[in-house]
């Protein structure tokens, strides 16, 4: 079974910047899209942004101009650089996958903990 692994997660100042990487089990490109979401304490999951085929981008306004979604075939990871960050960007965020054939079929890592001081 596939598996999505984040790493990259950790405290940081506001302004600052991290990357966060998603390592996939197999090719990222048997995946029709991935994406990241985040979790804070007391809020539901909440989706940040998509890259899907062709590269096509999608984020959230919130995240809009400072949050970068990128992939690196040859190393089945897909990135998310994090940069502005603010103490209300503190939250787990997690790698999803999806595949839509045969059927529909979602993957979730495990998550990695940002925590943003202010």
């Known amino acids: 079974q596939v598996q999505l692994v984040e790493s990259g997660g950790g405290l940081v100042q506001a302004g600052g910047s991290l990357r966060l990487s998603c390592a996939a089990s197999?090719?990222?490109?048997?995946?029709?899209?991935l994406a990241w979401y985040r979790q804070a304490p007391g809020n539901q999951r909440e989706w940040v942004t998509t890259?899907?085929?062709?590269?096509?981008?999608n984020y959230a306004d919130s995240v809009k101009g400072r949050f970068t979604i990128s992939r690196d075939g040859a190393k089945n990871t897909v990135y998310l650089q994090m940069n502005s960050l603010k103490p209300e960007d503190t939250a787990i965020y997690y790698c999803h996958g999806r595949t839509l054939s045969p059927q529909t079929s979602d993957v979730w890592g495990q998550g990695t903990q940002v925590t943003v001081s202010s």
């Open positions: 197999r090719s990222i490109f048997n995946f029709d899209y």
């Open positions: 890259i899907l085929s062709g590269d096509r981008r």
